[in-house]
């Protein structure tokens, strides 16, 4: 037996329709709002493979947008948290697992001015740790 007609949403792009919403801080009837405005389907398990992929498009320029327009870190933050990765001899995986802990997020440039701060403080009472100990330069 063949198959006729459009094929269904897949579920590869249902979750990354979602994920782009969190990612925007949007609800699930934001996300309807914007699968109905592009396709005239409300509900997003209507949609085809076809119209996943119209809407992803639009998300994925949505969230680029948004993230141009969040508040980042300084560039002498960013440049701090670097210059303090290297005195604490911390590779780049270990500087994303601090950031994580610290501030939730994975990037140190989507953190905020803020958040940035937040890490700069907590790296440098690392080092100070690490110097009082003595065990500066010992991590990795």
Do not use: C
């Not at 998300?59 to 290297?86: C, D, H, T, W």
């Amino acid at each position: 037996m063949t198959k006729t007609g459009p094929s269904k949403l897949t579920d590869k792009q249902r979750r990354k329709m979602f994920a782009l919403a969190k990612s925007m801080g949007w609800n699930i009837d934001a996300l309807r709002d914007v699968v109905w405005a592009m396709t005239g389907e409300r509900h997003i398990s209507a949609l085809t493979t076809a119209g996943g992929d119209v809407v992803l498009e639009e998300l994925e320029r949505l969230a680029r947008e948004v993230r141009s327009f969040r508040p980042q870190p300084s560039p002498n933050q960013v440049a701090k948290i670097y210059k303090l990765g290297y005195l604490l001899r911390w590779k780049s995986i270990t500087i994303r697992r601090f950031n994580r802990r610290t501030t939730g997020k994975w990037d140190i440039h989507d953190n905020t001015p803020g958040e940035a701060s937040k890490l700069i403080m907590a790296m440098e009472g690392v080092l100070k740790s690490d110097e009082e100990s003595g065990r500066h330069g010992r991590r990795t």
